[in-house]
């Protein structure tokens, strides 16, 4: 299969925050196969830790297990199939924990799942975790929240200035292991060289506004991993109220998936 | 639950609890809240309450509604808000739903997946309305009475500070990103050497960045605590004040001389 590593930078940051005691956020990151996934566990007790866990985990093994198999022949459809795929496998197995142990009951998670591949990137979400694209020096969010905000906002009943006022920020509409069933939302997207792509919790979207992020990738884009410090320390700085996980994915090359087998067989008769 | 009180030239008339989804304040009878006035609109506005958010709509009266002195059509209400209505005023005080909850779930990610008013676990039996609700998730049905927001730790109470004789309850706004940094006195870097010897920077935004991309820059930091300077590329570090500093972040104190792509400058407090 495709080694990505060569092609995309990945660097991650998490933290408790200033108020939390622990963290409920996972999260995990692979550049070798381009896959960076992101979780927002919620429940009482450790339960909130032990969903996102189990999605993370569970969707980065799994996920890369069946990237190795298919060995670079995949196409743009399959990719987001795997996608939507192991989210609805973890959310299960979420459920089924939550189930069967009293102290789990309850417990779910957010998730944003990225993969890159063949000069695109597959997004999949439940919740309000983020991916953000940073182009040509502006930020734009990619993922739409699972959100009684968002859906205020998509309804008209609110602008966007005055969902920052609201007191309901917390509520989101979809997660993962809530539910018997459930649909990540999954799209897919051209990638440039370049590129910057932010996955975060919200604990930094609600304490750092769009504009401070977009300024700090702009003044720190030569420093990944300094700007994702950056970020989780801004967010601390203005109350750090919340769990604050951040992942910063540079595409750096294009990364054409690799022709299939005739392919490669004709060009080299040619 | 949120409450309204209503009062004329400062002598209180009566509180309304905002207990139903929608609240309408007019001086026609079929207004939940009545005000027999010429100079209040038959239907003048109304408050549509979703959780712990009330929501003040003007319903395009004559005399128009205002909120702090300032007219509006639309508006979320903040605790202590006072919406004026010809000569009448209403205070929105948001109140704590219950005590003993510490601060620390406050604002906790939380799974919404029955009709807000179920969700809200409010005594109000709030008939439905067409006011564009939130949606909730339509492919549940809702199997056997679990718990609505099974994730919740009971709701999001803590919305209001414990201590509600506090002159400023800092508690609802933290939850708008603030700016902390603004607390900082402004600072600024003069170029010592070099063709632009003399020029002077202020630092506006929370962060500045300084140098030649590609060869050497650092960024200025402004936090809480003070103005800091990091290393953010190149195979030099900056030096202060003679010497050079590590990956580390560096305070930066009142006159301390940055070294960065061989130009010299002073960072130094406005006072």
């Known amino acids: 299969m495709n080694d990505l590593s060569d092609f995309i930078e990945i660097t991650t ?5 200033m108020v939390r005691s622990h ?32 999605a993370v985990a569970m969707i980065s093994s799994e996920l890369k297990k069946a990237l190795v198999a298919a060995n670079g022949e995949l196409d743009m459809a399959a990719a987001e199939r795997l996608v939507s795929e192991h989210a609805v496998r973890a959310n299960n197995a979420i459920f089924q924990a939550a189930q069967n142990q009293s102290q789990y009951a309850g417990m779910g998670t957010t998730l944003v799942v990225a993969l890159w591949h063949d000069n695109s990137l597959v997004v999949g979400h439940i919740g309000d975790s983020r991916l953000y694209r940073f182009r040509g020096n502006k930020l734009e969010q990619v993922t739409r929240d699972h959100s009684l905000l968002q859906e205020q906002i998509d309804s008209g ?9 609201s007191q309901n920020k917390n509520l989101v509409t979809r997660a993962v292991g809530i539910d018997p069933e459930v649909e990540a939302e999954v799209h897919s ?16 979207n609600d304490m750092v506004t769009d504009e401070d992020m977009e300024l700090t990738l702009t003044s720190l884009q030569a420093n990944l991993p300094l700007a994702a410090a950056q970020l989780v320390q801004q967010a601390n700085d203005n109350g750090g109220r919340d769990n604050v996980s951040v992942i910063l994915v540079r595409v750096l090359k294009s990364f054409p998936a690799r022709a299939g087998l005739v392919d490669r067989l004709k060009s080299w008769l040619r | 639950m949120a409450k309204l009180i209503l009062s004329l030239e400062g002598s209180l008339i009566r509180e309304v609890p905002l207990d139903k989804e929608r609240i309408m304040i007019g001086r026609k009878p079929s207004n939940e809240i009545q005000i027999e006035n010429l100079a209040v609109s038959g239907e003048h506005a109304c408050i549509v309450t979703i959780l712990n958010d009330s929501f003040l709509e003007d319903m395009g009266s004559t005399n128009g509604t205002l909120v702090n002195g300032n007219p509006i059509k639309k508006h979320i209400l903040q605790n202590n808000d006072v919406i004026e209505i010809g000569k ?12 003993g909850q510490g601060n620390e779930d406050f604002e906790k990610t939380m799974i919404l997946r029955a009709p807000p008013k179920a969700a809200a676990a409010a005594p109000s039996p709030a008939k439905p309305v067409n006011e564009p609700a939130p949606p909730s998730k339509p492919s549940m049905p809702p199997p056997t009475p679990r718990p609505v927001q099974p994730a919740a730790r009971p709701a999001a109470p803590a919305a209001v500070t414990p201590a509600p004789a506090s002159p400023a309850p800092a508690a609802p706004a933290a939850a708008v990103p603030a700016k902390p940094a603004e607390a900082q006195p402004l600072a600024a870097v003069q170029i010592l050497s070099g063709p632009s010897a003399g020029k002077e920077l202020d630092l506006v935004k929370n962060l500045t960045t300084l140098g030649k991309p590609g060869f050497q820059v650092a960024v200025i930091t402004r936090r809480p605590q003070g103005y800091f300077i990091t290393h953010v590329e190149g195979a ?36």
Do not use: W
Not at chain 2, 88 to 99: D, G, H, M, R, T
């Open chain 1, 13 to 17: 940051a998490t933290h408790s925050g």
């Open chain 1, 23 to 54: 963290n409920e956020d996972s999260i995990s990151a692979d550049a070798g196969i381009g896959l960076a996934v992101l979780a927002d566990g919620m429940g009482g007790y450790n339960a909130g830790e032990v969903a996102s866990g189990i």
């Open chain 1, 157 to 165: 009943l609110i602008t966007k200035e005055q969902a920052r006022h």
């Open chain 1, 189 to 204: 997207y051209p990638v440039e060289a370049g590129d910057i792509y932010l996955l975060c919790s919200d604990g930094l």
């Open chain 2, 88 to 99: 009448y005023k209403l205070k929105y005080v948001a109140e704590a739903p219950a005590a």
């Open chain 2, 236 to 271: 030099k570090f900056p030096i202060i004040n003679g010497k050079m500093i590590d990956a580390q972040a560096q305070p930066l104190q009142d006159h301390d001389v940055i070294e960065l792509a061989g130009v010299k400058m002073e960072f130094f407090l406005k006072k």
